[in-house]
Protein backbone atom coordinates (compact mmCIF):
# COMPACT_ATOMS: atom_id res chain seq x y z
CA UNK A 1 0.00 0.00 0.00
CA UNK A 2 1.40 3.40 -0.90
CA UNK A 3 2.41 5.78 1.57
CA UNK A 4 0.43 9.13 2.04
CA UNK A 5 2.03 12.04 2.53
CA UNK A 6 -0.83 13.92 3.57
CA UNK A 7 -0.49 17.59 3.87
CA UNK A 8 1.02 20.16 1.94
CA UNK A 9 4.27 20.39 4.28
CA UNK A 10 5.05 16.50 4.68
CA UNK A 11 4.71 16.11 1.08
CA UNK A 12 6.58 19.01 -0.24
CA UNK A 13 9.35 18.24 2.52
CA UNK A 14 9.24 14.48 0.99
CA UNK A 15 10.06 15.97 -2.37
CA UNK A 16 12.88 18.08 -0.35
CA UNK A 17 14.06 15.26 1.74
CA UNK A 18 14.44 12.76 -1.98
CA UNK A 19 15.98 16.01 -3.96
CA UNK A 20 19.17 15.65 -1.54
CA UNK A 21 19.47 11.80 -0.82
CA UNK A 22 19.10 11.12 -4.87
CA UNK A 23 20.57 14.05 -6.79
CA UNK A 24 21.76 11.59 -9.29
CA UNK A 25 17.77 10.21 -9.26
CA UNK A 26 16.25 13.96 -9.39
CA UNK A 27 18.91 15.31 -11.91
CA UNK A 28 17.65 12.24 -14.15
CA UNK A 29 13.91 13.59 -13.54
CA UNK A 30 14.84 16.86 -14.65
CA UNK A 31 16.56 15.92 -17.47
CA UNK A 32 14.27 14.09 -18.54
CA UNK A 33 11.43 16.37 -18.26
CA UNK A 34 14.13 18.69 -20.28
CA UNK A 35 14.30 16.81 -23.00
CA UNK A 36 10.85 16.08 -23.74
CA UNK A 37 9.77 19.79 -23.77
CA UNK A 38 12.79 20.34 -25.63
CA UNK A 39 11.46 17.70 -28.48
CA UNK A 40 8.05 19.23 -27.81
CA UNK A 41 6.67 16.08 -26.13
CA UNK A 42 3.83 16.00 -22.87
CA UNK A 43 5.56 16.22 -19.82
CA UNK A 44 3.95 14.70 -16.83
CA UNK A 45 5.24 13.26 -13.33
CA UNK A 46 3.88 10.10 -14.35
CA UNK A 47 5.84 9.62 -17.73
CA UNK A 48 9.11 10.83 -15.97
CA UNK A 49 9.05 8.40 -13.19
CA UNK A 50 8.55 5.76 -15.67
CA UNK A 51 11.69 6.91 -17.70
CA UNK A 52 14.24 7.22 -14.67
CA UNK A 53 12.77 3.77 -13.40
CA UNK A 54 13.66 2.00 -16.98
CA UNK A 55 16.94 4.03 -17.20
CA UNK A 56 19.12 2.33 -13.97
CA UNK A 57 17.94 -1.33 -15.68
CA UNK A 58 19.96 -0.19 -18.98
CA UNK A 59 23.30 1.78 -17.21
CA UNK A 60 25.65 -0.77 -14.97
CA UNK A 61 27.17 1.54 -13.25
CA UNK A 62 23.72 3.13 -12.24
CA UNK A 63 22.88 3.92 -8.83
CA UNK A 64 19.86 2.52 -7.54
CA UNK A 65 17.25 4.56 -6.18
CA UNK A 66 13.23 4.06 -5.99
CA UNK A 67 10.75 6.53 -6.66
CA UNK A 68 7.49 6.95 -4.31
CA UNK A 69 5.04 7.36 -6.74
CA UNK A 70 2.84 9.52 -4.08
CA UNK A 71 5.55 12.54 -4.42
CA UNK A 72 4.85 12.97 -8.12
CA UNK A 73 2.83 16.30 -7.55
CA UNK A 74 5.51 17.47 -5.46
CA UNK A 75 8.37 16.70 -7.55
CA UNK A 76 6.69 18.13 -10.40
CA UNK A 77 6.32 21.66 -8.71
CA UNK A 78 9.77 21.26 -7.16
CA UNK A 79 11.43 20.76 -10.47
CA UNK A 80 9.04 23.60 -12.00
CA UNK A 81 11.09 25.63 -9.20
CA UNK A 82 14.56 24.58 -9.67
CA UNK A 83 14.41 24.92 -13.75
CA UNK A 84 12.56 27.81 -14.88
CA UNK A 85 12.31 26.83 -18.94
CA UNK A 86 9.71 23.76 -16.96
CA UNK A 87 7.62 26.39 -15.93
CA UNK A 88 3.85 25.35 -16.95
CA UNK A 89 5.48 22.24 -18.66
CA UNK A 90 3.60 20.12 -16.47
CA UNK A 91 -0.38 19.56 -16.22
CA UNK A 92 -1.02 20.17 -13.02
CA UNK A 93 -4.08 19.24 -10.61
CA UNK A 94 -4.55 20.36 -7.50
CA UNK A 95 -2.11 19.05 -4.57
CA UNK A 96 -1.54 18.85 -1.22
CA UNK A 97 1.80 20.58 -1.69
CA UNK A 98 0.62 23.95 -4.44
CA UNK A 99 0.26 25.64 -0.86
CA UNK A 100 4.33 24.68 -0.13
CA UNK A 101 6.81 27.65 -0.73
CA UNK A 102 9.59 25.30 -1.94
CA UNK A 103 11.98 28.07 -2.92
CA UNK A 104 12.03 29.26 0.17
CA UNK A 105 11.86 25.92 2.19
CA UNK A 106 15.55 25.27 -0.20
CA UNK A 107 16.71 28.66 1.18
CA UNK A 108 15.90 27.74 4.67
CA UNK A 109 17.92 24.20 4.29
CA UNK A 110 14.21 22.31 5.39
CA UNK A 111 15.32 18.93 3.54
CA UNK A 112 17.52 17.90 6.25
Not at 38 to 57: M, N, T
Amino acid sequence: MPRSHGTAANSALAALKFKKSNPEAYKLLAETALELKRRGSRVSAARIFEAARVIPLREPNAVPFKLDNSLRPAIARLLMVDYPELEGAFETRRAASDSFDFAAAQKQGMAE
